[in-house]
């Protein structure tokens, strides 16, 4: 059994080969054959909807023959009346039934959509507010209570260092030089 397996797949991997090495001019002569008999299937679908169509009106349109009479004319007239109105009821059942189903369709694919939730969310613009005006919207004109977010933070100290003071004290440069220059002198003698 074995051995059978290994010849089938070798045959497979040979036939991918085959089919993956197809030179170009094989390729076009497929799809010229392919194209020719995509062409020979519209022509036979075309004629069969023109037959059917001519079908279709020689029976729901027969040949008038128009009499000479007056009173033969008045007849065919009230009977191509009543067949117009006939097919025109058709016609409204027709697009009523049609407007429904487009009518449903489109409702399908907007729930297609929110279920896929990739619908485009609408650009808010920025609005400020303060935290009083959002409770006010929020509870309605009933909130009084006043409230001030700031209060309830920690107060925070700034330590001053002794060096920072210094290097801000210091004013005028040329002082730091002729203090600098002092201790030179020191070192000198």
């Known amino acids: 059994m074995q051995p059978l397996l290994q010849k089938s797949d070798q045959d ?6 085959t089919e993956q090495r197809l030179s170009a001019r094989r390729k076009h002569t497929l ?13 036979t679908e075309a004629t069969t909807k023109a037959q059917e169509r001519e079908k279709f009106l020689a029976e729901a349109c027969p040949p008038v023959d128009v009499p000479y009479s007056r009173d033969e004319l008045l007849e065919l007239c009230k009977k191509l009346h009543e067949q117009i ?4 009821e058709e016609r409204y ?3 009523f039934k049609l407007n429904l189903v487009l009518n449903e369709v489109r409702d399908l694919n907007i729930k297609i959509v929110d279920l896929r939730g990739k619908f485009k969310r609408p650009r808010l613009k ?8 959002m409770l006010k919207a929020l509870l309605g ?3 009084t209570v006043n409230m001030d977010l700031r209060a309830n933070l920690k107060q925070v100290k700034k330590e001053v260092k002794e060096e ?26």
């Open 141 to 143: 004109s009933k909130h």
């Open 93 to 95: 059942c027709a697009e």
């Open 126 to 133: 920025k609005v400020r507010m303060s935290a009083d005006a």
């Open 31 to 43: 799809k010229s054959c392919m194209l020719m008999v995509a062409n020979n299937l519209l022509e």
């Open 12 to 17: 497979s991997t040979a036939n991918m080969a």
């Open 85 to 88: 109105g006939v097919s025109e």
């Open 164 to 189: 920072d003071k210094q290097l801000r004290d210091v004013g005028d440069w040329r002082k730091n030089i002729e203090d600098k220059s002092d201790r030179k002198k020191m070192f000198d003698s």
